[in-house]
C-alpha cells in the first residue's frame, strides 16, 4: 500500500506508523520482522523540508538518524522520495533507512502505544519502547512513572524580616516560590524572591536583612558639617549639614539623608573659592588688581585710572565681594570736555574733535572776514584739565580816522557798526555862500582809510 494507505491502516487498526527511538528498537525489528521485497513504511516524512516523525510531529534529530550508505538522495526524476522505508533482511544495509515517492507500495509497519493518558503522572514525555515505555521526566520530577517530587529545604523564618511562600507540588518542593521583604531600616541582602528548582536546591543564598547603614561624609575642605547622631556609621534617616566658611560658596545639597540601599540622598557637596569674573580694563584707562592665587577671589581688589585727557566715570576701585559679584560695577574713562565754542561774528571758526566735539586735544583756528580784524589769538586748544589754552577772540570792523565838520560847512554820518569805522558813511554840505571843495560823501573802507580825501568849504 502508498505511505497515506499505509499510515491511514495502522492508524484504524493500531495507534500509528512505527516510531523507532533507539538502535536497539531499529535492530530488535530487523531480526524479528520477515523479508519482503517491497521491504516497510516507518514513521518518518519531509515535512516543510525537515523529516519529522508522522505520530509526534518531532523533527528527527540527527543522533537518531539512521539511513543507508548515500541516502537520502530523492534520486526519483518524476516524483519526490519524501517517504521513508526500511530495509528488513536485505543482503546490506540491512535495517537501514531509505527515502522513496510516497506512492510506492510497501508493508505498513504500525505499533500499539503503550502509553496512555496517565502515564508519568503528567511529569514526564512518555516514550514507547518495545512491548513497553518508559517515562523521560521533567524537571523536579523523578520515579518510573515521575510519581515523586524533589525537595528543597524548608525556610521557616527571617531576623528582621518575612517569608512568604508559595506551594505548586506541596511543601517546598519543586517549584515552590518564596518572596522575603525586610522591616523599615534594614536593608535585604539577596534575591528578593527564590525558586525550588529540579535540582532540589533554592535558585540562590537565602537573603537575609542587615540594617541600612551609611558611612559617615568627609569632611568638605573649607567647610564644615554637622550630623544628627556621632559615629563613623549612620543609620537610616541620620542627617547631616553642612556649611562653607567665609569666602567660599557651596557646590551641591546643604543637607544629605542616610537612605535605602544605605547610600546618602544626595552627591556630597564641596565648598568653592568665591570667585569674580575678572574686570575689563577701561578703554583709555588702565587697571591695577591684586589677586589670591592669580585668579580674582573673595577680597580681591581692583583699582583704576585713566590716561591724561579722560576723567574716570565710577568707583576707582571695586572688590569681590561674598555674592562673586563686584561691589561696583567697573568704571568707565570718558574724554574731558571742554566748553562749545560759537562761531566768531563777522568771522569764522574752523576745528578739529580727535576725541569728540570740543574735548580733549580739540583744536580751533579763528579768522575774521574782509574789513575786520582779530582781537586775541588765532588758534585755541582744549587742555586736560577742561579749558580752552586761551580766551576765545572776536572780530572788530576796520576804523577810519575820525571826522569834524568843515569850517563853514556841516557833516551828517551813519555808522554800521561803530563810529568811523568799515562801511561807515559821511555826507558834507556847505552853509550859504559856500562852495564845496571835494566830494560830498565819504566811505570808511576796509584798509581804514577814507574812500576820498576829507572835503572842505
Known sequence: MSYNGAQKYCK????????????????YLNENLPFNAAYYWIGIRKHNGNWTWVGTKKVLTKEAENWAQNEPNNKNENENEDCVEMYVKRQ????????????????????????????????????????????????????????????????????NGSVVCSHVNGDFTYQSSCNFTCSDGHLLVGSENLQCNGEGEWGSQIPHCKAIQCKQPELPDNGEMNCSSDGEILLENSTCTFSCKE???MVGASSVQCTTPGQWSEELPKCEAIQCERPEQPENGSMSCF??????????ICNFSCDKGFALVGSPSIQCATTGQWT????????????????????????????????????????C????????????????????????????????????????????????????????ICKFTCEEGFQLRGSNSLLCQHSGEWSEPIPKC
Open 12 to 27: 484504524e487498526k493500531y495507534t500509528d506508523m512505527v516510531a523507532i527511538q533507539n538502535q536497539e528498537e531499529n535492530k
Open 92 to 159: 546490506f544495509d540491512t535495517g537501514k533507512w531509505n527515502d522513496e515517492p510516497c506512492s510506492k507500495k510497501k508493508v505498513a509497519l504500525c505499533y500499539k502505544a503503550s502509553c496512555h493518558s496517565s502515564s508519568c503522572n503528567n511529569h514526564g514525555e512518555c516514550m514507547e519502547t518495545i512491548k513497553n515505555y518508559t517515562c523521560s521526566c521533567s524537571d523536579g520530577f523523578y520515579g518510573k512513572d515521575c510519581e515523586h517530587v524533589v525537595t528543597c529545604p524548608k525556610i521557616s523564618r527571617m531576623d
Open 247 to 249: 569666602g567660599f560658596t
Open 291 to 300: 589677586y589670591s592665587e592669580g585668579v580674582s577671589l573673595y577680597n580681591s
Open 328 to 367: 561696583e560695577n567697573p568704571p568707565k574713562c570718558e574724554v574731558v570736555q571742554c566748553q562749545h565754542l560759537s562761531a566768531l561774528s563777522q568771522g569764522y571758526m574752523n576745528c578739529s574733535h580727535p576725541w569728540g566735539n570740543f574735548s580733549f586735544q580739540s583744536s580751533c583756528l579763528y579768522g
Open 369 to 424: 572776514f574782509h574789513g575786520f580784524v582779530l582781537n586775541g589769538t588765532d588758534r585755541s586748544q582744549c587742555l586736560s584739565s577742561g579749558e580752552w589754552n586761551s580766551a576765545e577772540p572776536h572780530c572788530t570792523a576796520m576804523s577810519c580816522s575820525a571826522l569834524d565838520d568843515p569850517s563853514h560847512g556841516q557833516m551828517n554820518c551813519s555808522h554800521v557798526f561803530e563810529e568811523y569805522r568799515f562801511e561807515s
